[in-house]
């Protein structure tokens, strides 16, 4: 007789949200933040993690996300490394690779509201969707 398996490659993801807490009206220096996405894929499985642009991008640039408070739009950007250099999006050259251990792995998401940007008073927000594809 035949014993056989086949094994497939699977992953799950785990979002932290990201809260830049209250700030001034008149943003003249970048606010930072982080937020944090754990993965786990199968052992030696290679995956790809991307982030989408939110419900209001300003283009299809990767940094060209915006936060909304009914028709104020708040500038800011999402990227893969503290000096906020690399910016962090859906594109080939944009998401980040790895290969799953088994075990759950973090990555850093770095978060900058832009500078320069005067809003109104209120509450902003966004969604992005975080895909993992292996």
Do not use: K
Not at 54 to 72: K, S
């Amino acid at each position: 007789f035949t014993v056989s398996a086949t094994l497939t490659t699977s992953c799950t993801i785990s979002v932290s949200n990201m809260d830049f807490g209250v700030i001034d009206t008149a943003i003249v220096a970048p606010v930072d933040q982080t937020a944090t996405i754990e993965v786990s894929c199968t052992n030696a499985s290679p995956y790809t993690i991307s982030i989408g642009s939110g419900l209001q991008p300003a283009d299809a640039g990767a940094t060209g996300r915006r936060m909304a408070n009914g028709p104020n739009l708040l500038a800011y950007g999402l990227y893969h490394d503290p000096s906020r250099t690399s910016a962090w999006g859906v594109s080939p050259a944009t998401v980040a690779e790895g290969f799953g251990t088994g075990a759950y792995q973090l990555l850093t998401v770095y978060g900058r509201i832009f500078g320069n940007q005067t809003m109104s008073i209120g509450s902003y927000s966004d969604s992005v969707v975080v895909t993992v594809t292996y």
